[in-house]
């Protein structure tokens, strides 16, 4: 059982930056990919970013590459997503997700989530 844990989320305003974490409970954060979706209100929760175990493979949704950055510390059991140049459209309901499967990374089902985290840009 893995309990997933988001922060860092908060008000800011566009072209500024915020940096999410996700603490993981458990021994077994290595075997795990992460990911970051976010939801929009009345969307669809949508990927964001993936990690692989190591962090040797990272991909992005096509809107926020060049701008958003995952990492995790596999030492913290944890995951981060670096958030720059924020736009009025990045604001979201943002959620860490662990799964042990890399492929089709940016579907869901996932195996754990978090409780997500707000953020919210203002123009």
């Known amino acids: 059982q893995v309990q997933l844990v988001e922060s860092g989320g908060g008000l800011v305003q566009a072209g500024g930056s915020l940096r999410l974490s996700c603490a993981a409970s458990g021994r077994t954060f290595s075997s795990y990919v992460m990911s970051w979706f976010r939801q929009a209100p009345g969307k669809e929760r949508d990927f964001v970013a993936v990690i692989s175990w190591n962090g040797g493979r990272t991909y992005y949704a096509d809107s926020v590459k060049g701008r958003f950055t995952i990492s995790r510390d596999n030492a913290k059991n944890s995951a981060y997503l670096q958030m720059n140049s924020l736009k009025p459209e990045d604001t979201a309901v943002y959620y860490c997700?662990?799964?042990?499967?890399?492929?089709?990374?940016?579907?869901?089902?996932?195996?754990?989530w978090g409780q997500g985290t707000q953020v919210t840009v203002s123009s």
């Open positions: 997700a662990a799964r042990t499967a890399f492929s089709g990374f940016a579907k869901e089902p996932y195996d754990y």
